[in-house]
T-cell receptor, first 113, second 113 residues
Framework: NAGVIQTPRHKVTGKGQEATLWCEPISGHSAVFWYRQTIVQGLEFLTYFRNQAPIDDSGMPKERFSAQMPNQSHSTLKIQSTQPQDSAVYLC???????????FGPGTRLTVL | GEQVEQRPPHLSVREGDSAIIICTYTDSATAYFSWYKQEAGAGLQLLMSVLSNVDRKEEQGLTVLLNKKDKRLSLNLTAAHPGDSAVYFCAVSDDTNAYKVIFGKGTHLHVLP
């Protein structure tokens, strides 16, 4: 079991460019979560999918951020027109069921210049 | 909404000493309590979880105490060793939205040899 896989591990974009982050949850896990981690804000919940359906995106910035889960084997977090304040580590987690233990991936460190 | 305060933000102890990290929360409906460890460049690793009906849990040199009256959760690492050096996060969620985990800001633990 490879655990939760996130790619790329590091991404550098210029201001205004688009960034797409990928997450492959653990096989058989029905829930997928996205978090953002910064020094100032700590770990912030962004969004949650259950059985590929979006359940709660209350943590997602209303503009420029979107998340999808087109199939049970991967989810994407897309940030359009990236800004320096989007620089953070984006963590993906999956769990076997909706309230179960969350297993985290290593994260993608996004740097917006 | 739920507020979680974690202290101390930084902690240095000598090898063999104990290290105690404390979190306080505000929502009395909080039902799930967890501690995570994050090593450099890695995701979060779940150390231990307790439900609200548990006051104390010990596993492999770790002790979690839950004081519901004071809304306080603590993690005690007995006989810390250099491999315990990492950032530790407490995390809480309630029954209604068990998936929506609120994290503390983290404690950087440094165990000196």
């Amino acid at each position: 079991n490879a655990g939760v896989i996130q790619t790329p591990r590091h991404k550098v974009t210029g201001k205004g460019q688009e960034a797409t982050l990928w997450c492959e949850p653990i096989s058989g896990h029905s829930a997928v979560f996205w978090y953002r981690q910064t020094i100032v804000q700590g770990l912030e919940f962004l969004t949650y999918f259950r059985n590929q359906a979006p359940i709660d995106d209350s943590g997602m910035p209303k503009e420029r951020f979107s998340a999808q889960m087109p199939n049970q084997s991967h989810s994407t977090l897309k940030i359009q027109s990236t800004q320096p304040q989007d620089s953070a580590v984006y963590l993906c987690a999956s769990s076997l069921e909706w309230g179960g233990e969350q297993y985290f991936g290593p994260g993608t460190r996004l740097t917006v210049l | 909404g739920e507020q979680v305060e974690q202290r101390p933000p930084h902690l240095s102890v000598r090898e063999g000493d104990s290290a105690i990290i404390i979190c306080t929360y505000t929502d009395s409906a909080t039902a799930y309590f967890s501690w995570y460890k994050q090593e450099a460049g890695a995701g979060l690793q779940l150390l231990m979880s307790v439900l609200s009906n548990v006051d104390r849990k010990e596993e492999q040199g770790l002790t979690v105490l839950l004081n519901k009256k004071d809304k306080r959760l603590s993690l005690n690492l007995t006989a810390a060793h250099p491999g315990d050096s990492a950032v530790y996060f407490c995390a809480v969620s309630d029954d209604t939205n068990a998936y929506k985990v609120i994290f503390g800001k983290g404690t950087h633990l440094h165990v000196l040899p």
